[in-house]
């Protein structure tokens, strides 16, 4: 054994157990009461240890630009707007180096894999994979980055797009996006978007139906394609706001056809919050997908952060404890399965959507593993539990100390 973490609570995918964890050339070697050994040992004291959260759907190339853009509206129009107008003046170091400080935010708050998505178009060209694709290794010895390259601002109505799409996937893009409500063609976008993905056998993550209006709804299109072509378990709709709109019925239905076409959905609950209803001056909706309705239907679900520090989210600190919290409090969870569900959401579930086979504490897994200050799941959503110790690979990557009351 290299390492041994001495009584820790163990977050299981359908259980939690106090026990040791014993750790060796970079994976989970052992999981038992009383391990022993000659290798450092770091009593937990019963605290609770995850597999890592995973961030499923964050915005690296376009975070912490609130010094040149504003945020008055509160809109969704206003935020493609402004970040429109301030990517012109991107350069790959600007990227770099705001990519950078998101990043390692992630990573001390306990984040060890993420799916980044980075936007191509004939404004700011290949820029954003120039300056992320670099940091998959820098960072490695932290974080798992993969890169899902998308056209926010359209891509059959913003010729140049679909061959920088291309040859980000070539030059090392994992994933293909799209955003449909951005083009002129929001059908012939997603079919072309399936297209890309099986020419170069990718899978799909979509920014999809993003408003409150339950009309014009892409997402048949999507589980219709997902199932024509077999894509089954490969494809991803981010944000899905209109279905926060939907009536009982219909909610139903569209739940339905997710699970039978294996469609994994993403809430942005900080970015969807924010800007969702921003037009109303009262009976303001929350505009949040309902993603434990989802997987009450068998729709596999995740939550994750989106933006940072931008007209589409003014504020974060990319804490996936907190998206969690935040949307125990927009769903009204408050029983202690449901709050365990909102874990799942940051850990175990987006796990399965990004189709990672080696997640999890158990044996023979790598030893990515975050120690939360608190005893139990539930606790950890109930009270914002911060992450103590992370660990990738083995090997310690962020330590952080407890308060302490200074007591007279």
């Not at 206003?78 to 107008?85: D, H």
């Not at 339950?214 to 219709?224: D, Q, R, Y």
């Not at 924010?274 to 949040?288: E, T």
């Not at 679900?301 to 974060?316: A, I, M, R």
Request: glycine share 8%; proline share 4%.
């Amino acid at each position: 054994m290299d390492l041994i973490l001495k009584d820790t609570t163990i977050l299981g995918e359908s259980d939690e157990r106090r026990a040791d964890i014993g750790i060796a050339d970079g994976k989970i070697a052992a999981i038992e009461t009383g391990i022993t050994g000659d290798a450092k040992i770091l009593d937990m004291e019963g605290r609770l240890a995850v597999p890592g959260f995973i961030e499923s759907h964050i915005h690296l190339d376009k975070a912490c630009i609130l010094d040149r853009c504003k945020s008055v509206e509160g809109t969704l129009d206003e935020a493609i707007r402004e970040v429109s107008a301030a990517k012109k003046e991107f350069t790959v170091e600007d990227i770099r180096t705001r990519a950078i400080r998101t990043l390692e935010k992630c990573i001390l708050q306990g984040t060890t894999r993420m799916r980044a998505h980075l936007e191509v178009d004939p404004v700011i060209g290949i820029k954003s994979i120039d300056a992320v694709l670099p940091l998959i290794d820098d960072y490695a010895w932290a974080i798992d980055l993969e890169i899902c390259v998308f056209p926010q601002e359209g891509l059959l109505n913003n010729p140049g797009t679909d061959e920088l799409m291309v040859e980000a996937l070539k030059r090392g893009a994992r994933i293909v996006g799209g955003c449909p409500y951005t083009d002129s063609n929001p059908r012939g976008q997603i079919e072309r978007v399936f297209e890309i993905a099986r020419e170069f056998d990718v899978d799909i993550d979509f920014h999809l139906d993003f408003d409150t209006n339950p009309e014009g709804m892409s997402v048949g299109n999507v589980c219709e394609l997902t199932e024509k072509h077999g894509y089954g378990g490969r494809v991803a709709i981010g944000h899905v706001s209109k279905l926060s709109a939907l009536p009982r019925d219909k909610f139903a239905e569209t739940t339905e056809q997710l699970a039978n076409a294996g469609v994994a959905v993403t809430v942005l609950p900080s970015t969807d919050l924010y800007l969702m209803g921003a037009d109303r001056d009262h009976d303001i909706v929350r505009g949040v997908a309902p993603a434990h309705r989802l997987v009450e239907g068998g729709v596999n679900c995740s939550l994750s952060t989106n933006n940072v520090l931008n007209p589409f989210t003014p504020f974060g600190d990319c804490s996936m404890i907190r998206m969690a919290n935040l949307y125990a409090n927009i769903g009204q969870i408050g029983t202690d399965a449901g709050l365990r569900q909102c874990l799942e959401l940051v850990t175990h579930r987006p796990a399965r959507l990004m189709r990672f086979e080696d997640y999890g504490i158990a044996v023979g897994n790598p030893a990515d593993i975050v120690v939360l200050d608190c005893s139990s799941s539930v606790a950890a959503v109930q009270e914002l539990a911060l992450p103590l110790f992370g660990f990738k690979r083995g090997r310690q990557t962020f330590t952080r100390e407890p308060a302490k009351l200074l007591r007279p």
